[in-house]
């Protein structure tokens, strides 16, 4: 089998804009990978392989909001289906566009909507797993939301990566190897790749290399100055008016702590809008979901063994709904804490300009990293006015504890009202 010498350079690992630290180690896992399938058994072992050591059958991506530890595992999963010989992960076979659409047959996610990934889930994920892979050279199972797995599904899934399939891989995604985010044992058997938070220029070039977004190069530039690093928020910021909407809306929150009840009011339609919002989209899912189990009942229709057919069918509308209301629930705290984010970001930049590690010019021009907030000079300036960096330091604490408390299901107006008290009192306003 032919194998690449020296990696090209518009592979898919080059186009996902991921730095070189972890583009050198899964190049190379790819490449072993390769050179352990034999001619006569694709899933042979060959003795000699030149840095067979460089794979594994379990993975683990970790890396703050953002960083792209999901398209890491993208990637990787399509240059191992990959069919080039000459480039690991070429993006042009039928094989990796195939996984660029999310339809190759031996790429599977698991990837939920809700506060947990259900264990069902995982156990027909691992059921999967054990399945020859039917086009190409191995199967590939990515776990999203690793960090959402529950005990009793990061149990099942185990044995699993402990013991894979010759054939198969696995890919688990995590905010970090916290045991908070990934349990201890699951940590343990597999190789870890951090995967840092791409810089501005990085974001800005991936942008401006995206033909479908169509985006004028000032366009590009203001969505990856504000994004924080967040590939797939620069996207959304930059073609989507009603996300432009909502972060500015979230950014008004600081100016209103010094205004009596004003940040309390805020809040409280903060969370409305953010229901409100959640409720609509999946309205029409919600719908299409119900009526497709109902049809599937047979309910509503007439005639002998229709009522001994429909048993249990009470007890799976139910669960349904309870699906759907968790879909509900995440969407509402990730869009919460999104704006929470935002909210964090500004009171930063207003603290970095009080203590002088910043200046009022362009971002790009300060060693340190310049604004999260470009565009809200005046609000952080106005901030770092009023506000000693000690104090400043306590609101970005305040805005971090109320995101961990939103975590743990506390409701989002008890949470959003503790968060602007602290604030108002860090701010001097009580």
């Not at 399509?78 to 010989?85: G, H, I, K, W």
């Not at 057919?309 to 709904?321: C, D, R």
């Not at 995101?403 to 503790?418: F, H, M, S």
Request: hydrophobic fraction near 40%.
């Amino acid at each position: 089998m032919t194998t690449p010498a020296v990696p090209d350079a518009s592979d898919v690992f080059s186009r996902a804009a991921l730095s070189p630290h972890v583009i050198r180690p899964l190049r190379d896992a790819v490449l072993s990978a390769r050179q352990r399938v034999t001619d006569g058994d694709p899933f042979g072992v060959v003795e000699d392989a030149v840095n067979d050591a460089a794979m594994t059958h379990s993975w683990l991506f970790t890396g703050p909001p953002g960083s792209g530890r999901s398209v890491a595992a993208k990637a990787f999963a399509t240059a191992l289906v990959c069919d080039n010989p000459s480039v690991v992960g070429c993006g042009e076979c039928d094989q990796c566009r195939s996984a660029a659409a999310g339809s190759h047959p031996d790429i599977s996610w698991i990837r939920t909507d809700g506060v947990t990934i259900p264990v069902e889930a995982v156990r027909d994920i691992i059921r999967t797993s054990a399945v020859l892979p039917s086009v190409a050279r191995w199967r590939v199972v990515i776990v999203e939301d690793a960090d959402r797995l529950g005990d009793s599904g990061a149990n099942a899934l185990l044995k699993s990566v402990e013991e894979p399939p010759a054939h198969t891989v696995f890919l688990l995604c995590a905010p970090s190897t916290d045991p908070e985010d990934i349990s201890i044992t699951l940590r343990s058997r597999c190789r870890h790749v951090y995967v840092p938070t791409p810089s501005k220029e990085e974001v800005e070039a991936v942008l401006r290399a995206d033909a479908a977004l169509g985006l004028s190069d000032e366009q590009a530039h203001w969505a990856a100055e504000v994004s924080g690093g967040h590939i797939g928020r620069a996207r959304h910021l930059a073609s989507d008016e009603a996300a432009r909407t909502k972060r500015a809306t979230a950014l008004k929150l600081p100016g209103l702590i010094y205004r009596s009840g004003e940040g309390y009011r805020f809040t409280a339609e903060l969370v409305k809008t953010a229901t409100t919002e959640a409720a609509a989209s999946l309205e029409e899912r919600d719908a299409r979901e119900l009526a497709e189990l109902e049809s599937s009942l047979g309910m509503g229709a007439k005639g002998r063994g229709v009522a001994r057919a429909q048993t249990g069918a009470a007890g799976q509308i139910k669960e349904l709904e309870k699906q759907q209301k968790n879909r509900r629930t995440r969407m509402l705290r990730d869009s919460l804490d999104l704006a929470l984010i935002d909210i964090a970001g500004l009171y930063r930049d207003a603290m970095m300009m009080a203590v002088g590690a910043v200046d009022d010019g362009p971002g790009d021009a300060d060693p340190v990293g310049g604004f999260l907030h470009p565009d809200q000079q005046k609000v952080s300036r106005e901030l770092a006015r009023r506000n000693s960096p000690e104090s400043l330091v306590r609101c970005i604490d305040a805005v971090t504890d109320c995101r961990e408390t939103l975590r743990r299901n506390v409701k989002p107006e008890v949470a959003l009202n503790g968060m602007v008290g602290r604030l108002r009192e860090c701010c001097g306003q009580v």
